[in-house]
């Protein structure tokens, strides 16, 4: 999307949270951190005379896109959201869709099992009340404190990830289970690719519920929408 606007020497700024410690760098001015809830948001509008407001957040960055939705609705921005599309479920593949983390955490059952925790590393405490699993996450940046988790073990690395990469990753840590977010997306789907060769079952966390919003899948869909 980013590269996109760039491009189209469309006037833009890219905003993200900044709980990556090295993330990649976009092809357009940067602002780095939170906007201070719906309140905040909408005032950052009004002083930037935001004329149309993308939320390309991740998925699961719920509380985002519902201030967008509201701090947009307060100032009278449009609005679209660019969301990727849920991954479905295919013949070969062993699915328990859950609507949260508890519900994740108690479809591991209660005897040890090894578990490729595909979930990033900001809901990872969750996971603490079921110590008996061990534990195998993968996580963008090296963890700076101690892992929350008591038989867990990290590998570090950045996407887009390859069915070939993550099939030898689930088969050299004996993964029996994956836990993950359903984020849909390319980048991250190698892992349920996988697991479907693999057999592996796999627990997929629905994405939470945000306000109705016009949506978009494409950036292409984003542009027409900007030149309408």
Not at 21 to 50: N, T
Not at 65 to 88: D, G, H, K
Not at 94 to 107: C, E, F, K, S, Y
Request: glycine share 8%; charged share 20%.
């Amino acid at each position: 999307m980013a590269r996109a606007l760039a491009e189209a020497e469309v006037d833009a700024v890219y905003s993200y949270a900044g709980r990556t410690d090295s993330p990649v760098a976009p092809p357009l001015p940067v602002r780095v951190g939170g906007f201070g809830g719906v309140e905040g948001l909408a005032a950052y509008l009004r002083a930037e005379r935001i004329t149309h407001l993308i939320d390309a957040t991740h998925p699961f960055a719920a509380q985002m896109s519902r201030n967008a939705v509201m701090a947009a609705a307060a100032t009278a921005t449009p609005l679209i959201a660019l969301e990727r599309e849920p991954w479905q479920a295919q013949p070969g593949d062993r699915w328990t869709h859950v609507p949260d983390l508890p519900q994740a955490i108690a479809a591991l059952g209660e005897a040890p099992r090894r578990v490729f925790l595909a979930i990033g590393r900001q809901t990872l405490d969750a996971f603490a009340v079921a110590p008996q699993h061990h534990y195998l996450l993968r996580l963008v940046d090296p963890p700076t404190e101690p892992l929350p988790l008591p038989r867990a073990e990290a590998v570090i690395a950045r996407g887009p990830f390859t069915v070939e990469g993550d099939r030898a990753l689930l088969a050299d840590h004996r993964i029996e289970v994956i836990v993950a977010k359903n984020a849909g997306g390319v980048g991250a789907e190698a892992k349920l690719l996988a697991a479907r060769e693999l057999g592996v079952p796999v627990i997929l966390i629905d994405r939470p519920a945000v306000p109705d919003r016009r949506v978009a899948r494409t950036a292409d869909e984003v542009m027409a929408w900007l030149a309408g």
